[in-house]
């Protein structure tokens, strides 16, 4: 069964500090996206990974991609409360017109 | 600007009653996508289309069906098969596949 797992589920922390979120997949996809959703609303795309390695930066959030570890982190860098949401991973399915979606991570961020 | 368009926003259903969500798109996009998200949840694939008359079941296609005369356009029907309709329905697209996902605004389907 394919699977995308993101840890942790939920994260409540202070502003200033820096945290880490992981997705891990058991597909052999080398794309993986990024998306976040605010309450209520609907998601927005933040990131694009499309091969190995890559590593993308966007203000105070940074995404990398490591294939061979099926494992992709979302790295937050002294947090403001702006980024309170919640984030989810995805990856191509058998059919890459398909994605596998993490059941995402709940961010709270305290000021 | 370019987008994509869903409505209504909000809907509410009497038990029994079948409603159409509209989604349109003018990015160009040959693939569209119907996507249910449940409180607290992630999301789950509903019917996928890659191109105009043609498309496929996600995960949880029953009680929903769909069309896609249009390349534009893409909506779904929630019929009364559908047990628990209560949700959040949101449609997407992509340039092709394995493309970025861009979403709609997200329906709000409430079954009174």
């Known amino acids: 069964e394919l699977k995308v797992e993101q840890n942790p589920l939920f994260l409540s922390m202070q502003e200033g500090k820096n945290y880490t979120i992981y997705c891990n997949y058991s597909t052999t996809s080398d794309r993986l996206y990024w998306y976040r959703q605010d309450p209520g609303k609907s998601l927005e795309s933040l990131f694009v990974?499309?091969?190995n390695g890559a590593v993308k930066q966007e203000g105070r959030l940074m995404a990398s991609l490591d294939t061979k570890a099926r494992l992709s982190t979302l790295h937050i860098t002294a947090a403001v409360h702006d980024l309170s949401a919640t984030y989810f991973c995805?990856?191509?399915?058998?059919?890459?017109?398909?994605?596998?979606w993490g059941a995402g991570t709940k961010l709270i961020i305290k000021p | 600007d370019g987008g994509i368009t869903q409505s209504p926003k909000y809907l509410f259903r009497k038990e029994g009653q079948n409603v159409t969500l509209s989604c349109e798109q003018n990015?160009?996009?040959?693939?569209m996508y119907w996507y249910r998200q449940d409180p607290g949840q992630g999301l789950r694939l509903i019917y996928y289309?890659?191109?105009?008359?043609?498309?496929q079941k996600g995960d949880i296609a029953e009680g929903y069906s769909v069309s896609r005369e249009k390349k534009e356009s893409f909506p779904l029907t929630v019929t009364s098969a559908q047990k628990n309709p209560t949700a959040f329905y949101l449609c997407?697209?992509?340039?092709?596949?394995?493309?970025?996902?861009?979403f709609g605004e997200g329906s709000r389907l409430t079954v009174l």
């Open positions: 289309s890659q191109i105009v008359n043609d498309f």
């Open positions: 990974l499309l091969s």
């Open positions: 995805a990856v191509e399915g058998d059919s890459n017109y398909q994605l596998i």
């Open positions: 997407a697209s992509t340039a092709g596949p394995a493309g970025e996902l861009f």
């Open positions: 990015l160009n996009h040959d693939a």
